[in-house]
């Protein structure tokens, strides 16, 4: 079964740093891999997906995450911080015949 | 641009009480997913609908919570009763098909009192 692990509970970063949010999934098909991110109270909002058309995939905001078949990892970065990307984001992955698995979620947090 | 609508965004109730969240999914999208999400953790699938069926309830407590689409629209999840755990935000979902991006309402955050 597909599963989603998210490195680093909290991350804090100064504004105008590059954010570095660390994804690794575990599968043995090719998977279908997203990022959301969360603000306080709000559902989620998808920032990308990977469904193996490009390994480096661009979203909204700036953020982009590359697909790593042989680190089995799906890092999401955005060069530059701005305040406004302090929120929760969540790693998750699914197959063709499986279920959306989340990962347990990043806060960042971002400094001025 | 279409979204997915939920309500109430906010309900507080006493344990033991019965609760009802409805969620109207974007135009078209045949699948539709309710997910819980405990305070500092990912949302995890309750239930999953495509269409008016029921595809997936593994992890549906199915002794206090159900969940119907009758028409293959709009959906509604009860809890009956209530209890301190159920706490949570209950987010909505849908999509196209089973396979396709999954876009998320704004949940309902439940308190048990």
């Known amino acids: 079964a597909q599963s989603v692990t998210q490195l680093g509970s909290h991350v804090s970063v100064s504004e105008g740093a590059l954010v570095l949010l660390r994804c690794n999934y575990s599968s043995s098909v090719p998977p279908y891999l997203f990022w959301y991110v969360q603000y306080p109270n709000q559902g989620l909002q998808l920032l990308l997906k990977?469904?193996?058309?490009?390994?480096l995939v661009k979203g909204i905001n700036g953020f982009e995450a590359e697909f790593k078949k042989s680190e089995t990892s799906f890092h999401l970065t955005k060069p530059s911080a701005h305040m406004s990307d302090a929120a929760e984001y969540f790693c998750a992955g699914k197959s063709v015949t499986e279920k959306l698995v989340f990962g347990k979620g990043t806060k960042l947090t971002v400094n001025p | 641009e279409a979204e997915v609508a939920q309500s109430p965004r906010y309900k507080i109730t006493e344990k033991s009480q019965a609760v009802a969240f409805w969620c109207d999914p974007i135009s078209g999208h045949a699948t539709l997913y309710w997910y819980r999400q405990i305070l500092g953790q990912g949302p995890e699938l309750l239930v999953q609908?495509?269409?008016?069926?029921?595809?997936?309830d593994s992890q549906l407590p199915k002794d206090r919570f159900s969940a119907e689409r009758l028409k293959g629209v709009d959906s509604t999840l009860k809890i009956q009763p209530a209890e301190l755990g159920d706490s949570a935000m209950y987010l909505c979902?849908?999509?196209?098909?089973?396979?396709?991006?999954?876009?998320f309402g704004p949940g309902t955050r439940l308190t048990v009192l």
């Open positions: 609908f495509q269409d008016e069926s029921v595809v997936d």
């Open positions: 979902a849908s999509s196209l098909a089973p396979v396709d991006t999954q876009y």
């Open positions: 990977y469904t193996s058309a490009a390994t």
